[in-house]
């Protein structure tokens, strides 16, 4: 969803300029302000930035392996970030292949709705009108909590002229995926003597 990559620093001031912009024009207008606006912003900031995608790679990764070096999974980082990227960077790449080309198609290339990915937060409600559980049982979920997305869902929104007033058509159109906290209810752990739990 972001307007600049981080290069420019513009992400909060762009998205309110566009939401000010959003309210206020029609939705051919503001799309194509977002679509041009997104654009040029990271146009300028990739130019002080060689090669993208192997930078938002190396972060990736980098965190990863921190994460797993702070949980303790592991000691030695440059070991844990050689093996990690020998073993999951190829995933890592791809992923943020999509993830470019995602921003690309949300941010510039539909201007006649503006779309959203979804997804929900450690600890929210499950809601079956946005939410899909992983498991398939929508209907049993209600309100228990969610640990998890394990897959984005997409949000449209179209600003419409109805009569005499302007309002706005919003539609989920593909739920998010998540695993809710009860999975690991169901989840046995086992210690032998020699393990230290």
């Known amino acids: 969803m972001t307007w600049d990559y981080d290069g420019l620093q513009a992400e909060q001031p762009l998205g309110e300029i566009y939401n000010d912009i959003r309210t206020t024009e029609t939705q051919a207008i503001s799309?194509?302000?977002r679509a041009l606006t997104r654009a040029h912003a990271q146009k300028i900031a990739l130019?002080?930035?060689d090669d993208l995608h192997s930078t938002m790679v190396?972060?990736?990764?980098?965190t990863l392996v921190v994460t797993m070096v702070a949980a303790g999974c592991t000691k030695n980082y440059d070991d844990a970030y050689r093996h990690f990227t020998q073993k999951f960077g190829e995933r890592v790449s791809n992923a943020v292949k999509m993830a470019v080309r995602l921003n690309?198609?949300?941010?510039e290339e539909v201007s006649s709705a503006?779309?959203?990915p979804t997804n929900a937060a450690a600890g929210e409600k499950f809601d079956?009108?946005?939410m899909e559980d992983f498991e398939g049982q929508d209907d049993q979920q209600a309100g228990k909590?969610?640990?998890c997305t394990t897959a984005l869902g997409l949000y449209r929104s179209e600003k419409v002229t109805v009569g005499d007033s302007v309002e706005f058509k919003n539609a989920v159109l593909k739920k998010h995926k998540v695993v809710l906290e009860s999975v690991a209810d169901g989840l046995e752990r086992e210690y032998t003597?020699?393990?230290n739990p």
């Open 58 to 62: 190396t972060h990736i990764s980098d």
């Open 128 to 130: 079956n009108t946005t």
């Open 104 to 107: 690309k198609v949300i941010g």
């Open 47 to 49: 130019q002080h930035q």
């Open 31 to 33: 799309g194509r302000w």
């Open 193 to 195: 003597g020699d393990v």
């Open 145 to 147: 909590l969610v640990l």
């Open 114 to 116: 503006d779309l959203w």
